[in-house]
């Protein structure tokens, strides 16, 4: 049986989240629904995290992300974020998604804040034998189970300076609904924080 870390650890790899040519039906959701867009493995083009990880913050403390709920909690307060932020936030998800359908995690990691990953994996200690696991592991997906995105919505820049942002996924056994939270880390808009998860099973 799964431990409740290894779920997470499945779950967000799974679902996570720039290929300028898939960016408008993903934007456009926010005023209809698109049809699915698969990420192709080859639009990975991130540079990947060096291990170790946490070489270079290990002495310091992150704050780490609540539990997610297990359905999509109400919308945060704050105000709709601007196209150019919709964008960048849809050219991540995109982008991680298709990491993780070439099964390229280090990639896939770049697109993760600090704070997640640690929250991702549990203990800043184990984070070197689960990732060596995971790398030891990983695969590029096969191209009827690849991971598709369905929408990017209700993106919202909060008081903290932060982007919530509804984003639903699918491969062929379920529909992933995950409300993500962005943080800028200078150089692009990264995965913060899983604020709630619902997984649906297809028909």
Not at 149 to 160: A, Q, W
């Amino acid at each position: 049986m799964n431990s409740p870390r290894s779920s997470r650890i499945s779950l967000i790899a799974t679902t996570m989240l720039l290929a300028v040519l898939c960016m408008s039906p993903i934007v456009s959701a926010q005023e209809g629904t698109p049809e699915a867009i698969v990420p192709r493995p080859d639009d990975c083009e991130v540079e990947p995290r060096e291990l170790p990880l946490f070489a270079e913050i290990a002495a310091t403390p992150i704050p780490t992300a609540p539990e997610p709920t297990p359905a999509a909690s109400p919308l945060p307060e704050g105000v709709p974020a601007e196209d150019v932020v919709v964008e960048a936030i849809s050219g991540t998800v995109v982008e991680s998604i298709a990491c993780r359908n070439a099964g390229d995690l280090l990639r896939a990691y770049a697109l993760m804040s600090d704070r997640m990953l640690i929250w991702l994996f549990g203990d800043e200690e184990l984070i070197p034998g689960e990732v060596q696991a995971l790398l030891d592991d990983r695969q590029r997906v096969s191209k009827p189970e690849r991971l598709a995105v369905i929408s990017v919505s209700d993106v919202i820049m909060l008081p903290d300076g932060r982007v919530s942002a509804v984003v639903v996924t699918e491969n062929p056994d379920h529909v992933f609904r995950d409300q993500l939270v962005f943080v800028d880390n200078g150089e692009r808009w990264v995965i913060d924080e899983v604020v709630a998860e619902q997984v649906t099973p297809r028909p």
